[in-house]
């Protein structure tokens, strides 16, 4: 059954030329998620991840939708040459499939994203993790780790682990 307040969302929406967003609103809140964390990949060491990322609450199977932008940052293991630094932008979409209704609450996440590398242009990918979100009212505390593939590149990674916040 599609509430009132739905279709509201919908006819606005489509009086403003955005559309889309409002169809995928559900009875859950929407929100933003930001996270910093350490990066890891293989024969690269360890380096900073940064993500923001924009949660949608699907009206199918509890499922969030997240437009989510993050850039991670290191240098490689043992090399002190500054130019063996990498670092890695993307920007895609991922889905989230939590479990349960507790305060403590653990989730899936699969994504696909588009991945910048200086020099290397921009080439697709995906990733798959879980996580655990911990909700205090209209804020959560929130913890993943994603292991990410990048379509052309032999590196196993790279692997961030975000500690974050959301509000919804």
Do not use: K
Not at 21 to 39: E, F, K, T, Y
Not at 114 to 135: E, F, M, N, W
């Amino acid at each position: 059954m599609i509430s009132t307040r739905c279709v509201a969302r919908v006819i606005a929406a489509a009086a403003l030329g955005v559309g889309l967003p409002a169809c995928l609103v559900a009875q859950r809140a929407n929100g933003l998620l930001a996270g910093v964390g350490p990066v890891g990949a293989q024969g690269l060491g360890t380096g900073v991840h940064t993500e923001l990322a924009y949660v949608a609450a699907l009206p199918v199977a509890r499922l969030s939708a997240r437009l989510e932008g993050s850039v991670s940052a290191w240098s490689r293991s043992g090399d002190p040459d500054a130019r063996a630094s990498r670092h890695v932008s993307s920007v895609g979409v991922a889905v989230e499939r939590p479990f349960g209704e507790r305060r403590l609450q653990p989730f899936l996440v699969l994504g696909a994203a588009a991945y910048a590398r200086p020099g290397q242009g921009l080439d697709g990918g995906g990733s798959a993790g879980v996580g655990i979100r911990y909700t205090l009212g209209p804020i959560s505390l929130h913890s993943e780790a994603r292991m990410h593939r990048i379509a052309g590149d032999n590196l196993r990674g790279p692997i961030p682990f975000v500690l974050g916040i959301e509000f919804r």
